[in-house]
């Protein structure tokens, strides 16, 4: 099995020497792990930076660890960026985890028309830690050492944005005549994919992601739930890219 992660920052793990690992994360490897010396761990801030660790100490809620070695991830060329319409209940949470799990590189929460789910402006902060909480969670989980960008809450102007600076650009839709592995992705820039809410993608916001250069897509035979749509996507995406 691989060895657990956990987040450091980014100085602590650059500096020569060995690392403390305390706080929140300490705490969790010493007492919920219960790690021990001798044992591997890795460590990462989740921007590309991973030492490979093992433990030499063990405090009350600590970690004392000596690094092996160090790497940096590069970016990833192609980008996958999937623009995510808000779903309902808790279910935003479990498709950011999904995603991150899946390698996508960034998650755009989109307010689209349609979503029964809406984030008032004196709980958006809150909705979007959350998300964020569960990238970082599922990154750890997932092995990443390059965890993904949860971007502020987007309108359809946003997203069109994004659309139209994008490499490729797909919008699911149930009704597109183009299945999603016909297209053919690019080597590098971003490739952004569009998911509606559970109630779809109304034909104004359509035609306004179509003029910005998205292209209409099918994802399968069957309608996927939003939550679970952008996994899907992701998944055919990277392995048309060679990412898998």
């Known amino acids: ?22 706080g929140p994360e300490g705490r969790h490897a010493a007492t919920v792990r219960r790690l021990r010396a001798g044992e591997r761990v890795d460590l990462t801030d989740g921007a590309g930076l991973l030492a490979e660790c093992v433990v030499t100490d063990v405090g009350r809620a600590s970690l004392t660890l000596d690094v092996l070695a160090r790497h940096r991830q590069p970016p990833p ?24 799990e899946a390698g ?6 989109w307010s ?4 029964v789910t809406q984030w008032r402006p004196e709980r958006r902060e809150k909705a979007l830690s959350r998300w964020r909480n569960a990238a970082r969670e599922a990154g ?39 299945p999603l592995s016909a297209a053919e992705p690019p080597a590098e820039g971003d490739i952004v994919v569009v998911v509606g809410p559970e109630g779809g993608i109304t034909d104004g916001e359509l035609d306004r992601l179509a003029a910005a250069g998205g292209r209409p897509t099918r994802l399968g035979p069957t309608v996927l739930r939003t939550s679970t749509a952008g996994v899907a996507a992701a998944a055919v995406l990277m392995a048309a890219t060679g990412r898998w």
């Open 104 to 109: 996508v590189d960034e998650i755009v929460p």
């Open 1 to 22: 099995m691989s060895p657990p992660v956990f987040l450091a920052a980014t100085d602590a793990l650059e500096r020569s020497g060995g690392v403390v690992l305390d």
């Open 140 to 178: 750890k989980q997932a092995r990443r050492s390059r965890f993904p960008e949860i971007a502020g809450l987007a309108s359809t102007d946003d997203v069109a944005g994004r659309v139209a600076a994008a490499s490729l650009a797909l919008v699911l839709h149930e009704e597109a005549d183009a």
């Open 77 to 100: 060329s192609p980008r996958i960026v999937v623009v995510q319409a808000l779903p309902k209940g808790d279910r935003g949470e479990l498709a950011v985890e999904t995603m991150t």
């Open 112 to 115: 689209a028309a349609r979503c």
